[in-house]
């Protein structure tokens, strides 16, 4: 997983490219780079690290040009250094590629290029697309391409410039996403839409076995044997601000802070309060399928499948069907059982990662239906799926999933009340009261956000812990295990989420003075059982911090410190604990001087396996 641009037209290119880089550079920041055609010659700047490493250096040594590509890196094969930082060269340094993905036969490519002659200079798997592509050059630039992708195992999206066949950029996808915006007199390619939105709001979504050429007069796409093509232009409506910080020292905490207005526009026009029905226009499953639904799979990675897990309570309580949850890279791997009215839903914010991409595949394959929830429009989850459900959460920037979680939870509420209704499940006027609670919450969020400072505080008191304890029960044990992911990759704190249930089966060993516990207490069903939980760490000497609602007088004896969130539906209790944990995390981190909207190691989307 990486970030590839590509530009060409009269804009100031090394400006283009690396406000580009740093839009893509949550897809990784190990190294990057870019290159350029200035007057028929190839020039090239990479450096190791971030992009504004890359733009110091173009600072002391200027590149110019009307084309160009950049890269953004998180390494897979080849360590993060200045020399396998993209692009990478051919032998006669005329033919440059930037690259995501990988080349699963690198190895013997590399042995029979070696073979015939071919000097390499990295331990990437790209720089075998750059030879390869030279090995089939002729006289055009996207003749060599074609036949150089029909050798390529694995997944890719790339893009090739050459200084001799110039002026034209050319793009191959299989696997990865690659996206053209088309402006006025100038063209983009991009692994997402943010590089494109400030430009121009018309894009086209290359498909798998695709290749685009951009040259001055345009674009024009053919498939991998040849075939010319018609592609569809989307227009998209997403707000180049919303890719910007606005006044917000990191993106995760814009996002945190958006989320009353992300659920709204994941609501809005999905549910009437006149007709007590739900409009979910994209799922594309029959009626009839819905009704006769047995059992469900819910497959995804990360905090998707922590809303997963959520989802699985969501949809048993109003639906009665079983449902089951799975991490996207067991599923592949276990002897699943398929079965005829079966559904299977894929939860992805990006719709890129590739776990979850190899699970939808498989399911596919064995005549599965699938359902994706997915925030990004025309991702690849979302045209290999037989329906979707969009999250309007708009661009999460931060690596950390915040917004993009609880739309995730908006999107699994709607489909289960909307399957609860198909099955007749609800009595006359009772999915009401649901809408209702629904339309309260971003408002209940909102009052959440307002304590943030208090929040603060909490963090300036425990940020130097070094193990925390997440508890939760039923509904908000997902909660607790999203509670810890989030201080984990924030702050890099070791956290650990348990259902509280489970505490005396092991945990409860590490509890003492030193390792505060984290309670997740709403006055639900499983309320009386969390104080037992919170009792037993007290015991022990633990420090316990609760989350609680705000007329619970009982549990503030009993905890060292709380924080009060509104009362709500006790189903509909995740929306709301999950607010402060995300604010602790991200305080906790900030206090550490961690780089929370790119912490170490991480990526935002993981496209490969
Ligand atoms: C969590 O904060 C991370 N962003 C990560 O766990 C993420 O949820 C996971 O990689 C899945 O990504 P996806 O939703 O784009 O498939």
Redesign the pocket.
Same mark, same amino acid.
């Given at each position: 997983m990486c970030g590839i641009i590509g530009y060409l037209g009269p804009k100031k290119i090394s400006s283009i490219l690396i406000e580009g880089l740093k839009k893509l550079e949550y897809r990784g920041y190990d190294s990057a780079g870019l290159a350029v055609v200035n007057k028929g010659k190839l020039e090239i700047r990479r450096v190791k690290g971030k992009i504004s490493n890359l733009e110091e250096i173009i600072r002391m040594s200027p590149i110019d040009g009307n084309y160009g590509i950049g890269h953004t890196r998180w390494a897979t094969h080849g360590r993060p250094s200045e020399e396998n930082a993209h692009p990478h060269r051919d032998c006669s340094e005329t033919i440059v590629v930037v690259h995501n993905g990988i080349i699963e036969n690198y190895l013997d490519l590399k042995k029979e290029l070696l073979e015939k002659g071919h000097i390499f200079r990295t331990e990437t798997d790209t720089e075998v697309i750059a030879h390869l592509i030279e090995e089939n050059f002729e006289k055009n630039l996207e003749i060599a391409v074609q036949k150089a992708v029909k050798k390529l195992g694995g997944v890719f999206a790339f893009a090739v410039i050459s200084s001799k066949d110039p002026e034209k950029i050319v793009t191959a996808k299989k696997g990865p996403p690659a996206i053209i915006g088309l402006g006025s007199d100038e063209y983009f390619v991009s692994s997402d839409l943010a590089p494109i939105l400030g430009h121009t709001k018309d894009v086209i979504f290359l498909d798998d076995e695709e290749i685009a050429v951009i040259d001055k007069n345009g674009v024009q796409f053919m498939n991998f044997q040849g075939k010319t093509l018609s592609k569809k232009i989307d227009t998209i409506t997403w707000d180049p601000i919303m890719v910007e910080k606005g006044g917000f020292k990191h993106f995760m905490l814009k996002e945190i802070f958006e989320q009353p207005r992300a659920l709204r526009e994941t609501l809005m026009g999905r549910i009437s309060l006149d007709t007590g029905k739900i409009y979910l226009d994209e799922i594309n499953l029959s009626p009839d399928f819905l009704r006769k639904i047995s059992r469900i799979n819910i497959i995804?990675?990360?905090? *998707?499948y922590h809303a997963g897990l959520v989802g699985k309570y969501f949809l048993e309580n109003l639906t009665h069907i079983p449902v089951e949850v799975d991490y996207s890279s067991e599923y592949r791997y276990r002897d699943f059982i398929l079965e005829k009215n079966q559904l299977n839903i894929i939860? !992805?914010? *990006?719709g890129? +990662?590739a776990d +979850?991409l190899a699970a939808l595949r498989i399911i596919k394959k064995n005549k599965g239906k699938t359902l994706s929830i997915c925030n990004m429009k025309g991702s690849t989850a979302t045209r290999e799926a037989d329906g979707v459900i969009y999250t309007h959460a708009g661009p999460e920037i931060g690596?950390? !999933?915040t917004k993009t979680f609880t739309t995730q939870l908006m999107a699994l509420m709607l489909f289960s009340l909307y399957l609860a209704q198909v099955k007749n499940r609800f009595k006359k006027n009772e999915i009401l009261t649901y809408f209702q609670e629904l339309q309260r919450i971003p408002h209940k969020i909102e009052s959440i956000l307002y304590q943030s400072s208090k929040i603060e505080n909490l963090a300036q008191k425990y940020f130097h812990y070094t193990d925390f304890l997440y508890l939760g029960r039923w509904v908000n044990f997902p909660i607790a295990l999203e509670g810890a992911?989030?201080l984990k990759?924030i702050s890099y704190i070791h956290a650990e989420g348990y259902p509280a249930g489970e505490m005396k089966h092991g945990p409860i060993a590490l509890i003492e003075e030193k390792m505060p516990t984290v309670a997740i207490a709403p006055k639900d069903r499983v309320y009386e059982k969390m104080l037992s939980n919170i009792s037993e760490v007290k015991t022990r000497n633990g420090i316990v911090l609760a989350v609680a609602w705000e007329e619970d007088k009982e549990i503030r004896e009993k905890v060292d410190e709380i924080i009060y969130i509104p009362s709500s539906h006790p189903l509909f209790t995740p929306f709301l604990t999950v607010i402060p944990l995300q604010l602790f995390a991200y305080y906790i981190g900030l206090k550490r001087g961690a780089d929370v909207d790119q912490p170490r190691n991480l990526a935002? !989307?993981?496209t490969v396996e």
């Open positions: 995804a990675c990360g905090t *998707s939860i !992805s914010q *990006s890129e +990662t +979850t690596v950390a !999933s992911l989030k990759e935002k !989307s993981v």
